[in-house]
């Protein structure tokens, strides 16, 4: 099978590469790089040429109110590419609770993206998962001193990005779901309690505060961010990950 994989230099997508060519599929990468621009459509057609799976793993460049139009513009360039080219199966990773938190513009921009994804002329597969735990060090880093590390107790799900590649990669090769799939890591904790473990496990001398107004994490309410009955659970625990 023939995947052509958007992003697939990133974090995420060298993995998903790596994994398809592995199990014996023709996985190619393709970004800004290697002359893809999915803003200007520039290359599009030539990299989704014979593929059968289209997997969409870019991102938008910034966290604000511009990440709607990036969306919008490389999903409504990425599915009339892919029309065109007749490919069977479109997949994207999202976030669990994406659609739960519209007071983040970065969450209603991934919102819209999947919503562009399910109106469009493709079968698709869309995967959420929770917060990858190798962006913990930088959630930390958002609202931190010399001294201290301020966090709100917002539950979260840390879960490997090796393991969220392991399932986009098995679910590009399967069925298109015309669906979702969750997927989140094997255990939850209160984001201060992620923040102390995360800086034990690096001998930080730092201490961790309470503060329920503190950083992007602040604003989802309740549980939202972690998965439900249904969900896919990852093996790889964060305890085992930070050793």
């Given at each position: 099978m023939k995947i052509a994989v958007i992003g697939g230099t990133g974090l995420i997508g060298s993995q998903v590469v790596r994994d398809l060519n592995e199990a014996g599929h023709e996985a190619v990468p393709h970004s800004l790089s290697t002359g893809v621009d999915i803003l200007t459509g520039k290359g599009l057609d030539a990299a989704l040429d014979g593929a059968d799976v289209v997997v969409n793993l870019?991102?938008?460049?910034?966290?604000?109110?511009?990440?709607?139009?990036?969306?919008?513009?490389?999903?409504?360039?990425?599915?009339?590419?892919a029309e065109r080219a007749g490919t069977g199966h479109f997949v994207i990773l999202s976030i669990v609770g994406?659609?739960?938190?519209?007071?983040l513009d970065y969450y209603l921009a991934k919102t819209l993206q999947e919503d562009l994804l399910k109106a469009g002329p493709v079968p698709y597969s869309i995967v959420r998962a929770t917060q990858f735990m190798e962006f913990m060090d930088a959630t930390l880093s958002w609202t931190a001193d010399d001294d201290t590390v301020r966090l709100p107790r917002t539950p979260l799900q840390p879960v490997a990005a090796a393991d969220v590649a392991a399932t986009v990669a098995e679910v590009a090769v399967g069925s298109p779901l015309d669906g979702t799939l969750d997927l989140g890591g094997?255990?939850?904790?209160?984001?201060?309690?992620?923040?102390?473990?995360?800086?034990?496990?690096?001998?930080?001398?730092?201490?961790?505060?309470?503060?329920?107004?503190?950083?992007?994490?602040?604003?989802?309410?309740?549980?939202?961010?972690?998965?439900?009955?249904?969900?896919?659970?990852?093996?790889?625990?964060?305890?085992?990950?930070?050793?």
């Open positions: 870019t991102n938008s460049p910034t966290f604000d109110d511009a990440s709607p139009a990036f969306f919008r513009t490389s999903m409504d360039n990425l599915l009339a590419a994406v659609d739960q938190v519209p007071e094997p255990d939850t904790y209160p984001l201060d309690e992620i923040g102390r473990i995360t800086l034990a496990a690096k001998g930080d001398k730092r201490s961790v505060t309470v503060d329920d107004t503190a950083g992007m994490f602040a604003v989802p309410q309740g549980d939202v961010l972690t998965t439900k009955e249904g969900a896919r659970i990852a093996p790889t625990r964060y305890t085992d990950w930070l050793k």
